[in-house]
């Protein structure tokens, strides 16, 4: 067995390709997607060394041209739910005394992977299955999630090497960091193919087994994900993919004495119901378990009258409609002084004027669809209430068709009511919401955004009035989790900007920090002693 003290790779960000119109990087990328569109994927689940075909099978097909399929997924059960804890179980002794630097060298062979000669697969995947476009792809299912990989790696050893920096004479303290004891439920989103794949993976690498239940509409890049874990050398049972209903994977995951945490991108509305079941069952589990949370946001942009209007303009373009806003952290909502709102306006139309809308196999489309016909239904119902609504007039977009591929047009509300409902609820659509108040109200504007939403995940602040900039971050402090000056309030980078919010966006822990690979440890402390006392009485019960 190896000994030593071993340095991990130095991370850095994983560079970005732009996939530019002749380039080879986008005549490969296009080949990719060629090929899956080509072919009929057979999906299976993945528990222990099974690849479970059920037989039971629903289609997969892209957002933005439904009637093409992608392919099929296996559909399990509860049956299905015990045996993936089975085998999380049965496969945990030997992966958590499997040594750090071995399972190190699995994850990063996964981000190389990633990086090298899957790059291609699961951009495409991402692209068809979830409809982002080539560079929303690229920054999120291949640089985010390598970053995640490669960084993670770097944290765990951080970690490990926090020890106690006194010890006694005689005596050695000594701190160990244990994986929890039982498994780990990893529940994730469509919207981010990087974030599928951390939530499962940043628990195993500190040495849990996991069971990972993606969202529907991300099984089919989920399941480029697996491969590569194959491929890769993870031993089987440490991750183990299912496909079965929410409500039939918790009633078995959550009654089970071995669960020990749960590790959660969704909605707010689904995060508090499995806490709250959690809660109710407290008393069966062996440890209180880890509860890890990133749920929904109503994200602010909130501009002083000194800010620039075309770089307010441009963040509220790349902020609001980038993957039709269906992203956390995406603007939803701004606050823009009466001063420079119709610069702002003028910047803001003509950006959307510009803006190319379609299929993600055509790099050209700026807007592709969003992610099934309850979301399309879901984000039209907020257009079609603001059209008839008093004081709320839609100044650009608000068409939507679902004929082909569920298609909304970016669409700008401009209301008089700053308590409006898509000013408050979260819509996670291409839908922004926009208020001007007087320009010389700034505090009393920074109290509307503070108080508004129950939400707290990102915001930002345009001024080149430095007072103000420091009037916002104080005031705003427990707003946003991810807090921007002068920029958008997306694009968190790992390493960077660890990405979490507060309040009712969930629990802070950091996804891209050492905050939350903490989180999947239990640590304990050992203190020897050399030479062990012989007689149990203290100096002071000598006589005088």
Not at 4 to 9: A, Q, R, T
Not at 483 to 490: E, G
Request: hydrophobic share 40%; aromatic share 10%; net charge negative.
């Amino acid at each position: 067995m190896l000994k030593g003290f071993f340095n991990v790779p130095e991370p850095k960000n994983e560079p970005v390709r732009n996939y530019a119109p002749g380039s080879k990087e986008r005549a490969s990328l296009q080949e990719a997607i060629a090929s899956a569109r080509s072919q009929v994927a057979d999906i299976p689940m993945y528990i222990g060394s099974e690849e479970i075909r059920t037989g039971n099978t629903s289609s997969l097909h892209p957002p933005h041209d439904h009637q093409h399929l992608l392919g099929h997924y296996h559909e399990g059960d509860k049956g299905h739910v015990t045996q993936a804890i089975n085998s999380a179980l049965g496969a945990k002794p030997a992966w958590e005394n499997m040594q750090w630097e071995q399972r190190a060298a699995i994850f990063l062979k996964i981000a190389d992977l990633l990086s090298g000669p899957y790059r291609d697969k699961i951009n495409a995947a991402t692209m068809l299955g979830q409809s982002k476009n080539a560079f929303q792809a690229e920054i999120d299912a291949a640089c985010e999630l390598i970053d995640f990989l490669r960084f993670n790696v770097k944290f765990m050893t951080e970690i490990y090497a926090q020890q106690p920096p006194i010890s006694g004479e005689g005596v050695w303290n000594r701190l160990e960091q244990r994986p929890l004891e039982g498994f780990i439920f990893a529940i994730t989103p469509f919207n981010f193919t990087a974030i599928a794949g951390n939530l499962p993976t940043a628990p195993a690498l500190m040495g849990n087994t996991v069971i990972w239940k993606p969202a529907h509409t991300q099984i089919y890049a989920a399941h480029v994900l697996m491969q590569v874990f194959k491929e890769a050398g993870l031993p089987d049972g440490v991750i183990n993919l299912i496909y079965v209903d929410g409500p039939e994977a918790g009633e078995v995951i959550f009654s089970h004495p071995d669960f020990a945490g749960l590790h959660f991108t969704g909605s707010t509305g689904v995060f508090q119901h499995l806490w709250k079941t959690i809660g109710n069952n407290i008393s069966r589990y062996k440890t209180y378990p880890r509860i890890v949370g990133e749920t929904g946001g109503k994200d602010f942009v909130i501009a002083h009258k000194s800010a620039h209007p075309k770089a307010v303009a441009t963040a509220l373009s790349r902020g609001a409609f980038e993957y039709q806003g269906q992203k956390c952290s995406a603007a939803s909502r701004a606050y823009i002084p009466s001063n420079i709102w119709e610069e702002v306006k003028e910047y803001l139309l003509q950006d959307l004027a510009s803006m190319k809308m379609g299929g993600t196999e055509d790099f050209g489309n700026f807007i592709n669809a969003v992610i099934d016909e309850k979301a399309f239904d879901k984000i039209s119902g907020y257009i079609d209430a603001a059209r008839k609504a008093s004081n709320v007039e839609i100044i650009a977009g608000g068409n939507v068709d679902k004929s082909k591929g569920y298609f909304i047009e970016p669409t700008v509300i401009l209301v008089e009511d700053p308590l409006y409902k898509t000013m408050v609820e979260e819509i996670f659509g291409p839908v922004l919401t926009i208020y001007v108040y007087q320009g010389d109200h700034f505090e009393e504007a920074l109290e509307l955004v503070d108080q508004t939403s129950p939400y707290a995940l990102t915001g930002g602040v345009f001024s080149r009035d430095r007072y103000a900039i420091e009037m916002a971050t104080a005031k705003l402090r427990h707003a946003a989790g991810n807090f921007y000056i002068n920029d958008k309030p997306t694009g968190a980078v790992v390493g960077q900007q660890p990405f979490g919010g507060s309040r009712a966006s969930g629990t802070n822990d950091k996804a891209g920090s050492m905050i939350n690979l903490l989180r999947w440890v239990s640590p304990r402390t050992i203190k020897e002693t050399f030479v062990s006392a012989t007689d149990y009485r203290y100096p002071f019960l000598g006589e005088s």
